[in-house]
């Protein structure tokens, strides 16, 4: 049954305004949690987002400091009397006679920064260099190490012939150092330049960033402006390109990447961004435990409304309640039960006092309808005793009918006119074979009775298709089967309410009348039981489907008649075969 046929039909008032409630409430709480949840995330993100810039360009400055410092030493070197002298040497005279006095100021250089490697300047016109450092050239690696080096270097700034390297070409591989260079420009021929001005330090412009200033641990990268890695606490990133690079377009920014919130910040007039990489889990882990609390109290707050709205419900419903019960008790057969007024309020006391004068209306329309069918046996026996015919019994029920319309008896006259169809079909003029529409209308007029006798308990439900209504069906087939699911299915189960189902199929020129119901079902072992008997008359069966069974037999074979199965509830399915 889907749900809406449950709400139709099975629930009553209390089930209903419970779910209405339940939902209702759940709704605004999750709505609540989730409005809640989605505002305190934004405001976190947009909190950290700003501390993160903040602290971008702080690192930016720092690293813009840093390289202009580094810049400066090498212009100072390049300013170097002695050292303009020994790149502008054409002789090697002139050269030897400066070495001793460029050494001694790169000496003095090296005094000064201490995080100075060597120092080494070139003479492109002889192709010599002097080098001094903290380590032999050999331990450096510079022969080997500076061309290859200087090809993979990098313009530093926008503007200028600065460039930068930050690798481990040097020291055979053993460490990543800072390498400046910057061509020997003579101080007389700016356009001219003799040499190359070389440095290499101790700096991978990350290391002074105190990661400990931000809220939450994260990556930190350095990078040129084509998505290079420069610089980075994994020295094996260093070289790759990061994957977002496209996306680094302005000066400053923020994307999301992968389940990751990246910031970035340029380096001043520098060809290098900063880059911070954090993951979501990492940004939002210290707010897990308020949202926690937050949806823990909100299930607390929809915990005890429940709870007090289920209360509310139930005792406003008290009154239909004990109307419903002494319902139940008149549809179990009690038409003396009467409902109690006190302790009832204004309106219960209505619907009670109105239950009341029904039941009072109905004792005295059952002494009637006593009184009319002590008279109409009478009026049967003796037209049977007078052989009278059939068509006079119609007439007389007829009467009855109109009668009882005009006296006011509006259940007298449906109930007598609905028992005067019964019977015409049930002598339809002789005939043993009868229309599935006439047959159909025989089991409408029997249930009218029914659910005039029991309070409308039985739901008829009818699937047969128009083209069908034409078959013929050995009479009296459908409604004894109707009557064992009212009287062995829905009557027994838990609210003696239900639904009968009648349903037509054709396969392979056979025909499928099916009866189905949702009462309380029997066993798989009863099942096989009537299955397995329902042709040899056994008593144990049921006479009357039995009786049905077997004049199908008798009519169109054995391989037609009746088979029974479990419902796809708890009721049962009984399948009639017929040839078309």
């Known amino acids: 049954m889907s749900f809406w046929e449950k709400w139709n039909q099975s629930w009553n008032f209390e089930k209903k305004m419970d779910y ?9 709480a999750a709505a609540a949690i989730g409005i809640s949840t989605f505002s305190f995330i934004m405001s976190i993100t947009d909190q950290n987002s700003r501390y993160v810039a903040e602290q971008l360009s702080i690192m930016a400055e720092d690293c813009a400091d840093n390289l202009e ?36 100021t790169f000496l003095n250089m090296l005094y000064i920064q201490h995080n100075a490697n060597f120092i080494a300047v070139t003479n492109e016109s002889l192709d010599q260099y002097i080098y001094n450092g903290n380590s032999a050239v050999s331990e450096s690696g510079f022969e080997t190490a500076y061309e290859k080096d200087y090809e993979g270097s990098m313009q530093a700034k926008k503007k200028g012939t600065l460039r930068v390297s930050f690798s481990n070409n040097y020291h055979w591989g053993r460490k990543y150092t800072l390498t400046l260079y910057f061509p020997a420009y003579s101080v ?59 996306k680094i377009v302005d000066s400053q920014g923020m994307f999301w990447q992968d389940g990751k919130l990246v910031s970035y910040q340029r380096v001043k007039d520098w060809n290098f ?11 939002y882990q210290n ?60 309106d219960g006391r209505k619907l009670a006092g109105g239950f009341n004068i029904m039941m009072d209306e109905i004792d005295v329309l059952m002494e009637r309808v006593k009184e009319e069918q002590r008279q109409f046996d009478m009026m049967r026996f003796n037209a049977l005793q007078s052989q009278i015919q059939p068509h006079f019994l119609y007439n007389t029920l007829e009467c009855i009918h109109w009668q009882a319309l005009s006296s006011g008896s509006l259940e007298i006259s449906t109930m007598v006119k609905a028992l005067a169809q019964y019977y015409r079909i049930c002598l339809s003029e002789g ?41 013929t069906i050995p009479k009296l087939t459908l409604q004894p089967l109707v009557e064992n699911s009212i009287y062995h ?80 509830g708890k009721g049962i399915c009984v399948e009639i075969r017929l040839p078309k």
């Open 69 to 104: 410092q580094y810049k400066a030493l090498a212009t100072s070197i390049i300013l170097d009397p002695h050292v303009q002298n020994y790149c502008e040497s054409d002789t090697r005279e002139e050269l030897y006679s400066e070495m001793g006095n460029v050494y001694s």
């Open 20 to 28: 209405v409630i339940i939902c209702t409430i759940t709704v605004i």
């Open 287 to 346: 707010c897990f435990n308020t949202i926690l609390i937050l949806i823990l109290v909100t299930l607390a707050i929809t915990g005890v409304a429940l709870t007090l709205a289920k209360n509310i419900t139930k005792r406003l419903y008290r009154p239909i309640n004990r109307v419903v019960a002494k319902m139940n008790d008149v549809s179990g057969g009690d038409l003396g039960t009467r409902i109690e007024l006190e302790d009832m309020d204004s």
């Open 431 to 471: 005939k043993d074979i009868i229309p599935l529409q006439m047959e159909l209308e025989h089991v409408r007029n029997y249930l009218i009775i029914q659910n005039m006798r029991y309070g409308n308990i039985i739901t008829l439900m009818e699937k047969v298709p128009e083209e069908y209504l034409s078959i």
């Open 188 to 246: 007389t021929k700016l356009v001219t330049s003799n040499g190359m001005i070389i440095v290499n330090l101790n700096d991978n412009l990350l290391m002074r960033f105190n990661q400990n200033s931000l809220q939450y641990s994260s990556n930190l990268y350095l990078t040129d402006v084509e998505g290079n890695i420069v610089s980075t606490q994994n020295e094996e990133q260093i070289g790759r390109k990061i994957v977002f690079a496209d």
């Open 489 to 568: 299915g829905i009557r027994i189960k838990e609210g003696m309410t239900g639904t009968v189902e009648i349903e037509v199929k054709e396969k392979e020129n056979t025909i499928f009348l099916t009866v189905k119901d949702n009462g309380g079902g029997m066993e798989p072992e009863r099942i096989n039981y009537i299955n397995q008997n329902i042709s040899d008359m056994e008593r144990d069966v049921g006479y009357g489907i039995s009786n049905i069974n077997k004049r199908i037999e008798l009519m169109y074979g054995e391989q037609y008649g009746l088979r029974f199965r479990q419902g796809e």
């Open 273 to 283: 961004y900063i880059i911070n990489e954090v993951s979501a889990w990492t940004l």
